[in-house]
T-cell receptor, first 115, second 112 residues
Framework: EADIYQTPRYLVIGTGKKITLECSQTMGHDKMYWYQQDPGMELHLIHYSYGVNSTEKGDLSSESTVSRIRTEHFPLTLESARPSHTSQYLC??????????????FGPGTRLTVL | GEDVEQSLFLSVREGDSSVINCTYTDSSSTYLYWYKQEPGAGLQLLTYIFSNMDMKQDQRLTVLLNKKDKHLSLRIADTQTGDSAIYFCAEMGPGGSYIPTFGRGTSLIVHP
């Protein structure tokens, strides 16, 4: 039902590398979110966006940055990856209008391992 | 701030009913959601309920909402091994924050 995509699905990278995790949605949703989730653990909101050129930091402090230049695209960048960044990263989007207002739809996630 | 609590684990036998419980603190919640997460995947929306409803049924799923006690439950009838996953409860408050509060998830284990 929800068309939200994340690439790559899995990434193993060395310490100090710059990485960008991609998230795209084709539903025209105005709001997008990034969550960090350790295995079997709760979700932590790290970034969100209410629309183009709008980005905010979430509850969990993160060394990552995001941008929202286009409605459908919300990439997350780590300038210098560290082993502590090893986690699953989930992207989500939601819509302010329609019958399921504000319901979040999630992508499949990116599993990041930093060696 | 808002808080959503769930028990961490539930084990049931295949064919039995599963009941996953959730409590929340925000009495002004407008929407309450249940998501399912299978290993290595994102969260899949299972169902949601408006805060002015008491019950919602969708095939094998029944959601019960007790606003007085701020208690939400998800009942899965005839539980199958494919139902094994982590189930997240979430609530959305009013006020336009657009950010739901998630519980920590309940790991449902279905055994033969």
């Amino acid at each position: 039902e929800a068309d939200i995509y994340q690439t790559p699905r899995y990434l193993v990278i060395g310490t100090g590398k710059k990485i960008t995790l991609e998230c795209s949605q084709t539903m025209g949703h105005d709001k997008m979110y990034w969550y960090q989730q350790d295995p079997g653990m709760e979700l932590h909101l790290i970034h969100y966006s209410y629309g183009v050129n709008s980005t905010e930091k979430g509850d969990l402090s993160s060394e990552s940055t995001v941008s929202r230049i286009r409605t459908e695209h919300f990439p997350l960048t780590l300038e210098s990856a560290r082993p502590s960044h090893t986690s699953q990263y989930l992207c989500a989007s939601s819509d302010s209008t329609g019958p399921r207002t504000d319901t979040q739809y999630f992508g499949p996630g990116t599993r990041l391992t930093v060696l | 701030g808002e808080d959503v609590e769930q028990s961490l684990f539930l084990s049931v036998r295949e064919g039995d009913s599963s009941v996953i419980n959730c409590t929340y603190t925000d009495s002004s919640s407008t929407y309450l959601y249940w998501y399912k997460q299978e290993p290595g995947a994102g969260l899949q929306l299972l169902t949601y309920i408006f805060s002015n409803m008491d019950m919602k049924q969708d095939q094998r799923l029944t959601v019960l909402l007790n606003k007085k006690d701020k208690h939400l439950s998800l009942r899965i009838a005839d539980t199958q091994t494919g139902d094994s996953a982590i189930y997240f409860c979430a609530e959305m408050g009013p006020g336009g924050s657009y950010i739901p509060t998630f519980g920590r998830g309940t790991s449902l284990i279905v055994h033969p």
